[in-house]
């Protein structure tokens, strides 16, 4: 069975220049909650929150982090926003 799907990208990438989302990609037309949605593609510190608030069941980040001029405060910062949310597959 398919336990998940890879959405994406929700916001402009930030690895693969010309990469964009389209309307159809748009969270508020899922229909299937069987299958998990996970956000990908364009996902940073300054907009992990609104992923966390949307109807994804979870997340991925690459480009955010290769490509920050501090790698480690970048992923540092999109940690401390995902524990602001509570999640407790994060929880130590």
Request: charged share 15%; net charge negative; proline share 8%.
């Amino acid at each position: 069975p398919i336990l998940m799907a890879f959405i994406g990208p929700v916001f402009t990438s930030i690895s693969k220049p010309g990469y964009h989302p389209t309307p159809e990609l748009d969270i508020e037309r899922r229909q299937n909650y069987k299958v998990q949605a996970i956000a990908l593609g364009g996902l940073s510190s300054t907009n992990i929150s609104s992923i966390l608030a949307s109807g994804y069941d979870d997340f991925g980040f690459c480009g955010a982090i290769w490509q920050a001029n501090s790698p480690i405060n970048e992923a540092k910062r999109c940690y401390e926003l995902i524990q602001t949310h509570h999640l407790p597959y994060l929880s130590s």
